[in-house]
């Protein structure tokens, strides 16, 4: 098994938007939504496959926070068939590498307390629980903000 990780275009929208429904059902964002991330200039947005087929994706945005640049993960879904394959883990580190690059040294998150194939995903990856975020989602699902500090 081959993985190889890309920046994510347009031309992936379709694919992503599927892996997007198939990941979420009321939180899923729509294509318009994916579309304007794919094209936002302060978003990050990586694809991975497997043998040429669009197996997950990630999406980050930066921006300006009191006193540096933050990374905010918006997104990371992977395709019910390829997981835990460690395509996850390997969007998580492409995009913290490109944050990296970026002089970002903060990165965070929200995440469903619910959630536990994430949660436990970004312990793995070195991601501290910093709070609870109370009727975060909706029909008052709590929510957990989630923070790493990244290292050049
Ligand atoms: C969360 C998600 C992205 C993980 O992707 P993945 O490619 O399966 O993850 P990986 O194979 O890289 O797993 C890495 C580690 O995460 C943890 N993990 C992943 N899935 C897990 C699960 N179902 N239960 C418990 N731990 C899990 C494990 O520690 C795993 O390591 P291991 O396989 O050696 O035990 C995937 O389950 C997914 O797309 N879920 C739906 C979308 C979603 O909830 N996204 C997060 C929104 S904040």
Known sequence: MFITVQQATTKDLETLYE????CFTTEAFTKEQIA???KNPDAVS???QIDDENAGFIIGLTYRGNK???GHIYTIDVAVKHRRKGIGLRLLNELEQIFVKKSIKICHLEVRIDNVAARELYHKQGYIEMRRLKDYYPVGI???????KLEA
């Open 46 to 48: 990586l694809v991975a």
């Open 68 to 70: 540096a640049r933050i």
């Open 19 to 22: 892996i997007e429904r198939e």
């Open 142 to 148: 709590h929510g957990v903000q989630l923070k790493k």
């Open 36 to 38: 304007y991330l794919l």
